[in-house]
């Protein structure tokens, strides 16, 4: 016998190779699987046989693809396709060799799979190639590098009926990211299951709680799908509605989740699943062991000390994104996560902010603090104690500033420019790693008196007004001159020489930004304007594409920041002095109007104290970011690329920016005993990556009530409000106004030229580098955020409405849906859908 249905094969069956032992498995303990047959690995056998060929017979493959089918082997081959027809409009055929999907020696990808095969000649041809695809150059490579010994053609090919598939995907039982066995991930899309396993579309991604069927869930662009034709299958593009929607429902979501739980209950051990569904009914088309236990062990005993564990787990962990977006590098975690701990608990306990900060540590490549409640007796003694430092707080800042970091950065400067022995490289090294501790200590020595500071006149003003209304309050503290705003008017200033000079201004309205560099270099003009962009750079050039981490370029590295700045201020027309003497205008107005509310003189007076100072320190938010989080992140950046450098000179990694990719004590080791780290490297990368396309949650933990509002007055909203309805997202009321218009939801820098004047702006959260988009935006929405997040803060800036913190803006809103965007009571209203 050739060919066995899978309801009437053994589960032990060796000859149906492993994929087919999967199917018959699945199939005889009930499981929703397509019906099919196994050609069984002595049919090879005597195929080979028939044709006189031998493995080693060179150009094998041809000769298989070219031999004879044998009556008796072709009979009963046919005779089973057809009988599995009669209830499929077309079949596949998958190769399934004795070798494949064995642990720690995964097979997948490596042999073939022919969807769509509707006649016999075509399914003949296409068992053929399977069997050809055993003795194929890549998988004989393949099987050499996991010194696999099955050599013998032991090839089975699976014929399963193909379900038309509206949605498909992939299922891991253990969550590949994390190594979590709590924990499954699905990724799906539309459509037949090829465009996933190929790597064609970028699939929506679902982490569920294997106890709770609590779901998190990852839009992707499910760019394409693929379909069954007349003849094969043919790729065809999602319309906007398919690509801003999920392809599955909470409900399908579930009863995936529970066929996964049952399947690896079934085997013993995680598995990994293809699944289809059509026409409302789930199918599992194939499953296999998860072949990565090995490398996930060896991944968890690379674990540092400062990740969060699962014993961490039953404490509350808050995740700092709205400070720090994730996912960070491992070098740059080695970096920070040390120091902000440091930073944050001595200087909480110094300055009480509400919270003290007992640890800070990282989960998913994303910072998180554990956190308990001050004792309110003693947060009121430290707070008064800090009113002495009220009236100078931003000369405070400015001399810490001059004394600490200004002149690190010189050293910095000139280590990034000597030659280093690697001793000197390792010392210079260590330097670094002691400043961060050093300036994540002086960063909350500055922000946090500001802090109480602006908690005590946020106090005043709500006896005044009320708790139910605060964007006028930081309205009134705009239209102060700060980093941010000084980088943006030299911009504007620029683009202001640019419009005096036609020859610059026609290269700039005519060329998209990439190319403005390289045109300007051709001409006498332009290379005296890009001098001059250069001078620029030397001074505002130290921040980064990405805040917070290493990985990206900074602006000091390549002009096309700047340039395509200067290009944006071309091309709309914006005033920046014109702009922000309104903002001036509307700061006095609005707090000359609130003083007037103030009947009781001695507390008028009292407040306008207080608010002075506020007003004075204002600058504090965003001069202490250009100076600390941004300059020192980008000073470190130039420096480290030497290490990196050194350490590809001698073998350790392929490339300088894999160094991003080691963490610290790595780097220490490997410049005094280079050793290759190559393939540590590349797995962080891919592992980064995946961190990337999944949302981690906003805590950990069973948090309580306290706790949560706690957490919520210092980074803004920590779950999604419970007022949301299909029509209505409540959020942050960050700055005030109410205007109307289309939804462009930006994931990224990379999405910036999908934006146009007059979008409101949705997005996770903002950094600087996003400020070019407050000149066109009608308003601002983000995930994430508070009322003194640097949303919020340029949001005033520029008289921008802003709703943040909504938790479900970015999976709520689609392009082109219009808004009613309420940033004074902080309520979006959905008027239409796109």
Known sequence: MYSVLFNKAEESSQLAGAKGMNLIKMTKNGLPVPDGFIIQTNALARFMEDNQLHETKEDIENNIINGIFSDELKNELTASFYELRESYASVAVRSSSASEDLEGASFAGQYETYLNVKTEDEFLGKVKECWASFFSARVGRYKEKMKNNHGKPLMGVVVQGLIESEVSGVIFSRNPVTHDDGELLISASYGLGE???????????????????????????????????????????????????????????????????????????????????????????????????????????????FMITKEDMNDFWLNMESNIEGPISPLFSSLIVPAMEHGLKKRSEQFPIGVTIEEVKQYRGHIYSKQKGGDPTEAAKA??????????????????????????????????????????????????????MEAYDEHFNIVFPQLLLNTKLETMYQQVQGDTENSHFHEMLTGKM?????????????????????????????????????????????KLFLDKVNEFLREYGWRSVKSHDLIEQIWAENPYYALSHIQNYVRNGYHFDNEFNKTIE???????????????????????????????????????????????????????????????????????????????DEIENALLHPVPLQAKAAK?????????????????????AEQLKAAEDIVGSVTEDEKNTEDHIYGVAASSGIVSGPVKVIRDANEFSRFSPGDVLVCKMTTPLWTSLFQDAKAVITDTGGILSHAAIIAREYGLPAVLGTRAATDRLRDGDVVTVDGTSGKITIVSRA
């Not at 909470?250 to 289809?276: M, N, Q, S, W």
């Not at 609130?594 to 004075?616: C, G, P, S, T, V």
């Open 195 to 305: 465009a996933i396993v190929s790597g064609s579309v970028t699939p929506d991604t679902f982490i569920v709680n294997k106890d709770s069927f609590a779901i998190q869930k990852e839009m992707g662009l499910k760019e394409l799908y693929m379909v069954s034709q007349a003849e094969g299958i043919a790729e065809r593009e999602t319309n906007e509605e398919m690509r801003n929607r999920y392809c599955l429902n909470d409900e399908h979501i579930r009863e995936l989740a529970a066929l996964t739980k049952k399947t690896e209950a079934l085997y013993g051990f995680p598995v990994d699943l293809e699944f289809g569904i059509a026409e409302n009914t789930l199918y599992l088309l194939q499953a296999r062991p998860i072949t990565t236990i090995d490398q996930d062990k060896e991944a968890a005993e690379e674990e540092r000390d």
């Open 383 to 436: 707070a008064e104690a800090a009113e002495e430092l009220f009236p100078h707080l931003a000369e405070r800042m400015y001399d810490i500033l001059n004394k600490t970091f200004l002149p690190f950065y010189e050293t910095l400067d000139e280590l990034s420019a000597a030659s280093h022995t690697p001793e000197s490289a390792l010392n210079a090294f260590k330097k670094l790693k002691a400043f961060y």
């Open 482 to 526: 700060n980093k941010s705003l000084e980088t943006d008017r030299h911009l504007w200033l620029l683009s202001n020489e640019v419009k005096k000079n036609a020859a610059l201004k026609q290269v700039f309205e005519t060329h998209q930004a990439e190319e403005l560099q390289e045109t300007l270099a051709q001409t006498s003009d332009g």
């Open 586 to 664: 509307k700061r006095k107005q609005l707090y000359n109007e609130f003083l007037q509310q103030i009947e009781d003189e001695a507390f008028r007076k009292e407040y306008d104290r207080y608010y002075q100072w506020m007003l004075n320190s204002s600058v504090i938010r965003d001069d202490h970011h250009f100076y600390i989080d941004a300059m020192l992140d980008a000073k470190a950046r130039i420096f480290l690329l030497r290490i990196g450098e050194m350490l590809t000179d001698s073998g350790v990694i392929d490339d300088k920016e894999d160094l991003w990719y080691l963490y610290d």
């Open 684 to 704: 962080r990368r891919e592992v980064f990556k995946e961190y990337e396309l999944v949302h981690a949650p906003s805590y950990l933990g069973s948090p309580t």
